[in-house]
């Protein structure tokens, strides 16, 4: 729920990602994002959302960071973090820091292989903790780990989430975090690259998690832990004291019932900032008329894990625009080229591929050639922009529904 309670449950609420809101420079609009995806996730049953991510956005090559982190400074983004936990916990509902020590740096996607970041000890200390130590500050509930490894914390070079010396030795002992301790999801290659799903969830209890993450074989991993335990592979203290965490977050975020619910209000303040975070990246954009013609290039299609797409033009005829396929029969229409490139577990890159760009570089051109006006709308981070040639473009931050039909809306205001 980095991105609302609408990313992951539906009729909830969607939200910009954190960059975007941390773009605004403003903290409480940090916290009223927190505020409405706490209360809608606490209306609908949930009661712990893996949120806000704390990774540093020092690698613009990164692949599954980017528009998730509120940035690069590592003082803001304590700063921002510290809110949104504080806004969400203050709604009942148990925060997430994530990804303990910092997946900014890496330049590869922890889904897929295992990262290492190879900076001393202290950078890492002096910058890359710093969101970390205000989250533990603010009093947050829970930690995720990083399948990242860090010679520089451990040596031996085990990710995170498998390391004894980052989290029982630094995330523990040294930063003195006493809340739970929660693994990424197990499913992911960079944790399970050397070792079984099961062997895995035993380590990562073994070196002070106290939850692990989407298991794909439940029962296999239950059985794991029983052998482990019976083994005395797993020390009884450590895990009585990992029960009494569980226990004591479980009876904090019990109900009572009167934990205040989203008003219209609440869901207003969502959609405005979804509209406040779109900013003119290039250009002026011009009064349109009521007619558009939409070519729409999807850098993501074919991925399971894209958002649909059909949210904006859907929103555009809410609006009260005309919208066509590119055809002869709209020539006098401004053309509107959507492009979509979204942050994505398992994409593999930043950004979009080189056929997207040429594609959307084509098509304003043709615009162009057919003297009319055209506008580009990325739904992808500004930076993204560089190699798009569009005299007039826009960003949107993302391509999820929230942000389509944000977009849409503020397109309506410059409607001639």
């Excluded at 960059?19 to 209306?43: H, M, P």
């Excluded at 914390?153 to 989290?167: C, Q």
């Excluded at 931050?397 to 944000?406: D, L, N, P, V, Y």
């Amino acid at each position: 729920m980095e991105r609302g309670a609408g990313q992951a449950l539906l009729g909830a609420t969607g939200l910009p990602p954190l960059a975007a809101i941390a773009s605004l420079g403003d903290a409480d609009a940090v916290r009223k994002a927190a505020r409405l995806t706490a209360r809608e996730a606490r209306t609908l049953g949930v009661t712990w959302a893996l949120a806000p991510v704390l990774d540093l956005d020092l690698n613009p090559d990164n692949p599954i960071v980017g528009s998730r982190s509120f940035g690069s400074d590592p003082s803001e983004v304590a700063k921002l973090g510290a809110a949104w936990i504080e806004a969400c916990q203050q709604e009942g509902v148990l925060a997430c820091a994530k990804h303990f020590p910092g997946h900014g740096r890496t330049a590869t996607d922890s889904q897929l292989e295992r990262p290492s970041v190879r900076v001393t000890r202290h950078e890492l200390m002096e910058r890359d903790l710093i969101p970390f130590r205000a989250a533990i500050k603010a009093g947050v509930a829970s930690v995720m780990t990083a399948h990242v490894a860090f010679p520089s914390l451990d040596p031996a070079g085990p990710p995170a989430t498998l390391s004894m010396a980052i989290v029982r030795v630094l995330l523990r002992e040294r930063l003195g975090f006493d809340g739970l301790v929660v693994t990424d999801s197990l499913d992911m290659r960079g944790l399970t690259s050397a070792v079984s799903e099961q062997d895995a969830a035993v380590a990562s209890l073994f070196a002070g998690c106290d939850l692990v993450l989407m298991p794909t074989d439940l029962d296999a991993t239950v059985a794991a832990l029983n052998e482990a335990i019976v083994a005395g592979t797993l020390d009884g203290e450590l895990l009585l004291r990992s029960q009494r965490r569980r226990l004591k977050w479980a009876q904090w975020a019990a109900p009572p019932s009167d934990w205040r619910k989203a008003s219209t209000f609440d869901v207003a303040t969502g959609h405005e900032l979804s509209e406040r975070v779109i900013t003119v990246a290039r250009g002026d954009v011009a009064k349109l008329s009521g007619s558009l013609e939409l070519v729409v290039i999807d850098d993501d299609a074919g991925n399971p894990r894209a958002p649909n797409r059909d949210s904006f033009a859907t929103a555009l005829r809410t609006a009260g625009f005309v919208v066509r396929d590119e055809s002869p029969l709209s020539a006098g229409a401004t053309r509107l080229v959507a492009l979509f490139g979204d942050v994505l577990r398992g994409k593999g890159r930043p950004g979009y591929n080189q056929c997207s760009i040429d594609a959307a570089n084509a098509a304003t051109a043709r615009a162009t050639a057919e003297g009319r006006p055209s506008l580009l709308i990325q739904f992808g981070h500004p930076r993204l922009a560089d190699e798009l040639r569009a005299e007039t473009m826009v960003t949107a931050w993302s391509g999820e529904r929230a942000m389509q039909e944000a977009a849409a809306r503020w397109l309506a205001r410059k409607r001639g």
